[in-house]
Protein backbone atom coordinates (compact mmCIF):
# COMPACT_ATOMS: atom_id res chain seq x y z
CA UNK A 1 0.00 0.00 0.00
CA UNK A 2 1.21 3.30 -0.75
CA UNK A 3 1.90 5.70 1.88
CA UNK A 4 2.75 9.79 1.49
CA UNK A 5 4.21 11.13 4.31
CA UNK A 6 3.63 14.90 4.79
CA UNK A 7 5.59 17.25 7.23
CA UNK A 8 6.28 20.85 7.71
CA UNK A 9 2.93 22.25 8.77
CA UNK A 10 2.80 24.60 11.76
CA UNK A 11 1.42 28.27 12.82
CA UNK A 12 3.09 31.43 11.43
CA UNK A 13 1.89 34.90 11.21
CA UNK A 14 0.42 36.59 8.16
CA UNK A 15 3.67 36.96 5.84
CA UNK A 16 5.33 34.28 6.89
CA UNK A 17 6.67 31.47 5.52
CA UNK A 18 6.77 27.82 5.60
CA UNK A 19 7.98 24.57 3.39
CA UNK A 20 5.47 21.70 3.21
CA UNK A 21 7.39 18.19 2.07
CA UNK A 22 5.69 14.89 0.82
CA UNK A 23 8.08 11.22 1.19
CA UNK A 24 6.09 9.09 -1.15
CA UNK A 25 7.02 4.96 0.08
CA UNK A 26 7.62 4.27 -3.38
CA UNK A 27 9.24 6.38 -6.21
CA UNK A 28 8.04 9.78 -7.00
CA UNK A 29 8.83 9.08 -10.75
CA UNK A 30 6.16 5.82 -10.80
CA UNK A 31 3.27 8.46 -9.95
CA UNK A 32 1.49 10.42 -12.52
CA UNK A 33 0.15 12.99 -10.74
CA UNK A 34 1.71 14.58 -7.61
CA UNK A 35 0.85 17.54 -5.94
CA UNK A 36 -0.82 19.51 -2.66
CA UNK A 37 -4.25 19.79 -1.86
CA UNK A 38 -5.89 21.98 1.23
CA UNK A 39 -9.44 21.43 3.02
CA UNK A 40 -9.66 24.52 5.13
CA UNK A 41 -12.75 24.05 7.95
CA UNK A 42 -16.26 24.00 6.51
CA UNK A 43 -15.08 23.89 2.82
CA UNK A 44 -14.46 21.32 0.00
CA UNK A 45 -10.43 19.94 -0.47
CA UNK A 46 -9.01 22.34 -3.76
CA UNK A 47 -6.09 21.65 -5.39
CA UNK A 48 -3.38 24.17 -4.62
CA UNK A 49 -0.34 22.76 -6.88
CA UNK A 50 0.88 19.72 -8.87
CA UNK A 51 2.64 17.97 -11.23
CA UNK A 52 0.38 17.08 -13.47
CA UNK A 53 0.89 13.89 -16.12
CA UNK A 54 1.69 16.05 -18.92
CA UNK A 55 3.04 19.56 -18.79
CA UNK A 56 4.47 22.80 -16.34
CA UNK A 57 3.17 22.86 -13.01
CA UNK A 58 -0.45 23.72 -12.20
CA UNK A 59 -1.10 26.14 -9.30
CA UNK A 60 -4.16 27.11 -7.82
CA UNK A 61 -5.14 31.31 -8.80
CA UNK A 62 -5.18 32.02 -5.28
CA UNK A 63 -1.74 31.06 -4.56
CA UNK A 64 0.44 32.21 -8.16
CA UNK A 65 3.52 33.95 -7.29
CA UNK A 66 3.63 32.82 -3.48
CA UNK A 67 3.66 29.30 -3.43
CA UNK A 68 5.86 26.64 -5.22
CA UNK A 69 5.85 23.28 -5.87
CA UNK A 70 9.39 21.12 -6.18
CA UNK A 71 10.42 18.02 -5.83
CA UNK A 72 14.19 16.53 -5.01
CA UNK A 73 14.70 13.55 -6.72
CA UNK A 74 17.32 12.19 -5.09
CA UNK A 75 15.54 12.74 -1.46
CA UNK A 76 12.73 11.24 -3.24
CA UNK A 77 10.39 14.41 -1.87
CA UNK A 78 7.91 16.56 -3.11
CA UNK A 79 7.89 19.53 -1.73
CA UNK A 80 5.62 22.78 -1.26
CA UNK A 81 7.07 26.28 -0.44
CA UNK A 82 4.91 28.78 0.84
CA UNK A 83 5.58 32.72 1.19
CA UNK A 84 3.80 35.70 2.23
CA UNK A 85 0.57 33.36 3.85
CA UNK A 86 -2.25 34.65 4.45
CA UNK A 87 -5.07 34.17 7.19
CA UNK A 88 -6.96 32.09 4.41
CA UNK A 89 -4.40 29.74 3.89
CA UNK A 90 -5.59 28.45 7.07
CA UNK A 91 -6.19 24.40 6.26
CA UNK A 92 -5.05 20.83 6.29
CA UNK A 93 -2.78 20.52 3.50
CA UNK A 94 -2.77 16.93 1.94
CA UNK A 95 -0.20 15.16 -0.41
CA UNK A 96 -1.97 13.75 -3.44
CA UNK A 97 -0.82 11.14 -5.80
CA UNK A 98 -2.18 9.17 -8.55
CA UNK A 99 -1.13 6.44 -10.49
CA UNK A 100 -3.16 5.19 -13.38
CA UNK A 101 -6.48 4.73 -11.75
CA UNK A 102 -5.34 4.43 -7.97
CA UNK A 103 -5.19 8.32 -6.04
CA UNK A 104 -3.21 8.71 -2.96
CA UNK A 105 -3.94 10.75 -0.01
CA UNK A 106 -1.24 11.49 2.93
CA UNK A 107 -2.50 11.84 6.62
CA UNK A 108 -2.94 15.81 6.11
CA UNK A 109 -0.59 18.23 8.22
CA UNK A 110 -2.55 21.34 9.60
CA UNK A 111 -1.06 24.81 8.45
CA UNK A 112 -2.12 28.01 10.46
CA UNK A 113 -2.01 31.76 9.61
CA UNK A 114 -2.51 33.93 12.41
CA UNK A 115 -3.50 37.50 11.10
Known amino acids: QVQLVESGGGLVQAGGSLKLSCVPS????????MGWYRQAPGKQRELVAV???????IYADSVKGRFTLSRDNAKNTVYLQMNSLKPEDTAVYYC?????????WGQGTQVTVSS
Open 26 to 33: ESIFSFNV
Open 96 to 104: HAVREQSIY
Open 51 to 57: YPSVGDR
